[in-house]
């Protein structure tokens, strides 16, 4: 039975798949077994939009099959699902930009990748993100950020992290429709990827600079 | 004898719509010297187009976006809501950079009539947004997964009784009205009409009657300004506009989630909204070139880019009806000019199966040599000068772009100078170093 939520959620099956899970349910199965499966499903969908087999709409549908998965379960849950993490990332769409379409996907990435990602949402203000890092102790700082007026919201917000006198203890990665080398270099940040496959490589390979070697799950 | 419109062939037509732009009605240029430089301007256009001449030069057109305001110390909520500030600044613009065409002042919107209106769909400078940023959408499910049935049955009514209700607060009483072709017959007619007595409904279009006049208002400023520069030499590049159906939906009507979801869960649905939207947007680009005379339609792509869509999903959802509007447009002499923003590098294979010399491609990031390999001999291209060199670059660097781009985009003809995406923040002077490069090193010799 195993084997049947993580294909037929990996293959989006929207209606087979909590088919299944109501099934298990009603025999007595663990909740957090079925969470567990489908979250091993949702790994490998990352794996597949990573290689480019899955495209967005893939991420977008199983996100919301998983939800609805979530809603079936969680009310038999009796305990958090245990999810082991590996590195703690603050995220969000800087001032002025409430574009959520790219940090969502960057975040979904992440959070598979086994990162503990604090997601501020759009609009961010700098103190926001200040804060966080100060609340979390995150080593790394993601920013995203889609229109032209995000490369001034992304250096004032790289500013008010060194003036809070916490630059040293962060690297700062940014990304967003049109961020490049010459956006990274004007706003101050350590790393800007082109993709959210490439905001994971950048991640873990902050992570190892500033935290040591990743535990691996 | 001249022939009539519906005889002529889409090349005649094309040709005899770039004629009506060379020799616009009512203009009258305000030396000879102006209106060679505005016939040389369009000829160079049309000629980068049409494939048929090599022109003079490479055309260069900026497209800018609130980046007039912000050269003319303006900023962008008095762009919106100041009309004699939005003309004196965007008129500062052309007149200091001269570009080839300008983009009229009309994408700056009427702030206040979307405040008469209380518009939910975008946040504005000043209104949601900084008064010193453009505007965004704010997207959602306008239309709910299980209205397609209504929307594709009678889009119109669809429109006013449900959609303009739910993205203008003001207009919510208009959900009472009943469809107009329910007045069929004597009888009928009171009952229809028994809405438009009550006071809410009433205010509503008292309202709308407001926020009509605060259009034309706008829209005298904005076909002054285009007179104006028309008559300095300066013509307006966009002659209308409309949107790829895939996008028309996805976009403001059942939002990105919303649209990507009915592909799995209602795509027979999904495609017949798709064909029953196509008709109306092919008229929508026809018929606002009509009022311009000028043929280039202006298609803002979005859901279509590299990575938003499978293959599959791309031919199967995105471009039948995307072709479509497109043939629709070349058939009737017009010249779609779809802004392809992100980039387009797995769909060039597809897109290239159109007539030859119809089209404008504006690329922002896809690889240009690729689209010159797979289009070039096909349709003109224009487009790639980074945006993140004209906010954070310098001149020079500017320059070693554009030169590249001369030297292998533009090499025999079918390009066209534009950046990648709009321009809003960016540095007068590198703005200017795109401009004036192209002209001196980008003639054809």
Redesign the interface.
Same mark, same amino acid.
């Given at each position: 039975m195993t084997e049947d939520i993580v294909s037929a959620l990996i293959d989006?099956k929207?209606k087979e798949v909590l088919e299944i899970v109501q099934h298990r349910l009603n025999i007595g199965d663990n909740p957090m077994s079925i969470m567990s499966d489908a979250r091993c499903a949702m790994e490998t969908i990352g794996n597949r939009f990573a290689s480019g087999e @899955? *495209? &967005?709409? +893939?991420l977008? @549908?199983s996100g919301?099959i998983l939800r609805e998965i979530s809603d079936i379960v969680k009310p038999k849950l009796t305990g958090e699902a245990e999810i082991k993490r590996v590195g703690k990332i603050v995220f969000g769409t800087v001032a002025? $930009? &409430?574009?959520d &379409?790219g940090k969502d996907i960057v975040v979904f990435m992440l959070d598979i990748n086994g990162f503990e990602v604090y997601d501020l949402g759009v609009d961010v203000p700098v103190q926001k993100f200040v804060e966080k890092i100060k609340e979390t102790g995150a080593p790394i700082v993601g920013l995203s950020g889609f229109?032209?007026?995000a *490369? $001034?919201a992304m250096k004032e917000t790289v500013v008010a992290i060194k003036t809070a006198g916490l630059r040293d203890k962060v690297k700062i990665m940014i990304g967003g429709?049109? &961020? +490049?080398e010459?956006?990274r270099? @004007?706003t101050g940040a350590d790393a800007y990827g082109k $993709?959210a496959m490439a905001a994971v490589s950048l991640a873990k390979s902050m992570w190892e600079i500033n935290k040591g070697p990743l535990r691996e799950g | 004898m001249q022939k009539k419109w519906e005889e002529m062939p889409s090349d005649e037509k094309q040709e005899a719509m770039f004629q009506k732009w060379l020799s616009p009605k009512g203009i009258e240029f305000t030396s000879p010297e102006a209106e060679k430089l505005y016939k040389q301007r369009v000829t160079r256009i049309r000629d980068a187009v049409q494939l048929k001449r090599l022109p003079d030069r490479v055309p260069v057109f900026p497209n800018v976006g609130f980046f007039p305001a912000f050269y003319a110390g303006i900023t962008a909520e008095e762009a919106m809501y100041d009309y004699d500030k939005l003309y004196m600044a965007w008129k500062k613009y052309v007149l200091d950079f001269e570009p080839d065409a300008h983009v009229g002042v009309s994408l700056a919107g009427p702030g206040k009539l979307f405040d008469i209106l209380d518009y939910k769909l975008y946040t504005w400078p000043g209104h949601g947004s900084s008064p010193l940023h453009t505007y965004q959408c704010r997207e959602g499910e306008y239309i709910k997964a299980d209205e397609y049935d209504a929307f594709i049955q009678n889009p119109s009514d669809f429109f006013r009784s449900v959609y303009l209700p739910r993205i203008f607060r003001t207009l919510a009483p208009f959900k009472k009205l009943s469809p107009l072709t329910d007045i069929l017959e004597l009888p009928f007619v009171g009952f229809n009409l028994i809405p438009y007595g009550m006071p809410d409904v009433q205010d509503a279009f008292k309202a709308l009657l407001e926020a009509g006049g605060e259009a034309l208002r706008w829209g005298s400023v904005a076909s002054a300004f285009d007179k104006e520069m028309a008559q300095s030499g300066f013509p307006n590049f966009f002659g209308g506009t409309t949107k790829a159906p895939f996008d028309a939906i996805g976009d403001t009507l059942r939002g990105t989630t919303g649209i990507m979801l009915d592909m799995y869960r209602q795509p027979d649905k999904l495609l017949e909204a798709l064909e029953a939207i196509t008709p109306l947007l092919i008229e929508m680009g026809i018929s606002s070139t009509s009022r311009t005379g000028n043929p280039i339609v202006f298609i803002p792509l979005h859901k279509g880019a590299d990575g938003f869509l499978s293959d599959e999903q791309y031919k199967t959802f995105y471009w039948p009806t995307f072709r479509k509007v497109l043939m629709g447009l070349i058939d009737e002499g017009r010249v779609p000019f779809p802004f392809v923003e992100g980039g387009y590098n797995s769909r060039l294979e597809v897109i290239r199966d159109l007539p030859r010399g119809k089209v404008i491609w504006w690329f922002d990031l896809t690889d240009m040599d690729k689209a010159k390999q797979m289009l070039g001999n096909n349709a003109c291209i224009g487009g790639n000068m980074p945006i993140t060199l004209l906010n954070v670059g310098t001149p020079a660097e500017v320059r070693d772009h554009a030169k590249k781009l001369v030297d292998t985009i533009g090499k025999d003809g079918g390009y066209i100078m534009i950046n990648g995406a709009v321009i809003d923040e960016a540095k007068p002077e590198n703005v200017k170093a795109m401009i004036d490069f192209t002209k001196e090193y980008g003639v054809y010799k």
């Open positions: 989006l929207e @899955y *495209f &967005i709409p +893939d977008v @549908y919301v002025g $930009d &409430i574009h &379409i229109l032209t007026l *490369f $001034d429709g049109q &961020i +490049d010459a956006v270099k @004007y $993709d | -």
